[in-house]
């Protein structure tokens, strides 16, 4: 459906705050996400808690799956809060990596990401996307422009269906040049064979704006495995056993990337900015 759904909670006390509180969104100026845009509406609450703000035609606001959007706060006085920290939406077939930790999904081919603390980590997003045979886009929202660093506790899930890992989404990324500004390192070191596997007739992985580091099977493994049923894989502007500004080596593997039969595969682009970086 187009209709966008946005839950939002407040828990400033009645006695610091006069209900009740109008709670307005707003799709936040791209891609910083640090402030209100266009304002998409607003929804009500009467005491601390928490409301959900629906929107329908969401698409004739230009909002769309990978936006961000702020919301304020302003109570019955008319007192203005600050622009929130900023959300991506999650559309059709988009997961948005919001955790650092590493707990699956808990229900598989809902289409939702979502671990038992309502959190969507790096392994659950993997897993719901495996549930669905198109291809599926994981973004990152996290809060800020630092650079976040993802460990799984053991391997990732095999990537058996088309999946776009996209660092790009991550707030202060860029590949406009070069050396890009990645803001997403995923460390292998916990991986019993590769950081990330790819697997099946249908596995298929475009990755962008990532670094991937780290000893997967004590330094004898592999960042990626390209498995020989797979095709067609991407990879632009990511780094390979680096930190994330890309001077210095980070762990070690037998091979960074290394495809075992595939075919059809893609590395880098027409663009120099669109280069990947190996140790």
Known sequence: ?????????????PDSTHYPVDL??????????TAGDVRLGS???????????????????GVGGGDRLVATAIDALGNTSEFSAS??????????????????????GDGL???????????????????????????????GT?????????SLPS????????????????????PPQLRITIDTSNSSFAGLFVDGTL?????????????????IGYLVWLGGFTSSSTFRCNFFGTDVTGTQVVGRSLHQVFANGSSGNDFGGVSASSRNLFS
């Open 87 to 108: 959300v991506i939406v999650q559309g059709a077939g988009t997961f948005v990596v919001d955790s650092l930790g590493d707990d699956g999904d808990t229900l598989l």
């Open 24 to 33: 307005h969104v707003y799709l936040a100026d791209q891609p910083s996400g």
């Open 1 to 13: 459906s187009d209709t966008l759904s946005v839950q939002l909670s407040l828990d400033s006390l």
């Open 159 to 178: 990537i058996t269906t088309p999946i776009l890992i996209d660092g790009l989404t991550a707030g202060g990324a860029s590949c406009a040049s070069w």
């Open 43 to 61: 929804v009500s609450i009467a005491a601390p808690g928490v409301a959900v703000f629906n929107l329908s035609g969401a698409s004739a606001f």
């Open 203 to 219: 596995g298929r992985l475009d990755l962008r704006g990532v670094v991937l580091n780290g000893s997967p099977l004590g330094g």
């Open 146 to 154: 630092d650079p976040v660093t993802i460990t799984p506790a053991t």
């Open 113 to 143: 990401c979502s671990d038992e603390g309502g959190f969507c980590t790096l392994r659950a997003a993997i897993e719901e996307a495996n549930a669905n045979p198109v291809r599926d886009t994981i973004a990152f929202g996290f809060p």
